[in-house]
């Protein structure tokens, strides 16, 4: 467990925090290969903050039922349905222009996946019984702050260049390179994990 007794709650909180960020950047591939198909999912900032929303609340649902023990899947159907997910979000921004009214909705359900996997990093970290909420709670916000990191980042280098005519073949060609990793991790996490 990384959290002794002696600890405040704010070496807690800044301990839980720092470790949910750096899930995200610079460790979680997987998770910024989620993120980057979303982002790249709309040229429009409303439709991706609908996206990420859902994701986030999803995340965070099944984080906080996994941690506290009320829902439990195996690494071994989560990690492959996780990288599913990346591929099949990638996959459609290959074949639809411009986020479907769906994509809320299904990035929700992945979200309740990617969720059940922080949640597994959670539990190989430990959590302070004494201070479980603002841990967890804490891990979480770190979390939100690396995705967020991610879309802001691609937002203010390529905002600009959304209407230029060259986008949509990086928006095809990011899509199809994220698509054929999370296919390759989906098999290596089936079939040689």
Excluded at 68 to 77: N, R
Excluded at 134 to 151: C, M, W
Aim: some cysteine; proline content about 4%; hydrophobic content about 60%.
């Amino acid at each position: 467990m990384l959290v002794a007794q002696e600890q405040t709650l704010l070496d807690v909180i800044t301990l839980y925090l720092q470790l949910g960020y750096t899930h995200i950047l610079p460790k979680g591939l997987d998770h910024i290969l989620f993120v980057l198909a979303l982002f790249f999912a709309s040229t429009r900032l409303k439709p991706l903050i609908w996206q990420v929303s859902a994701f986030t609340l999803a995340h965070t649902l099944t984080l906080a039922l996994a941690t506290l023990g009320l829902v439990s899947l195996p690494a071994s159907i989560v990690e492959p349905i996780i990288a599913l997910s990346i591929a099949f979000v990638a996959i459609e921004n290959l074949v639809f222009k411009d986020m479907t009214r769906w994509r809320p909705a299904l990035v929700f359900g992945f979200g309740l996946f990617h969720g059940l996997g922080f949640a597994g990093v959670l539990s190989e970290l430990g959590l302070p019984q004494g201070d479980l909420v603002p841990a967890l709670l804490s891990f979480n916000v770190g979390v939100e702050l690396g995705q967020l990191t991610i879309i802001l980042a691609c937002w203010l280098v390529l905002h600009r260049f959304r209407d230029a005519s060259w986008y949509p073949w990086l928006v095809r060609a990011v899509s199809l390179a994220i698509a054929g990793i999370a296919l390759w991790w989906t098999f290596e996490r089936v079939f040689l994990g």
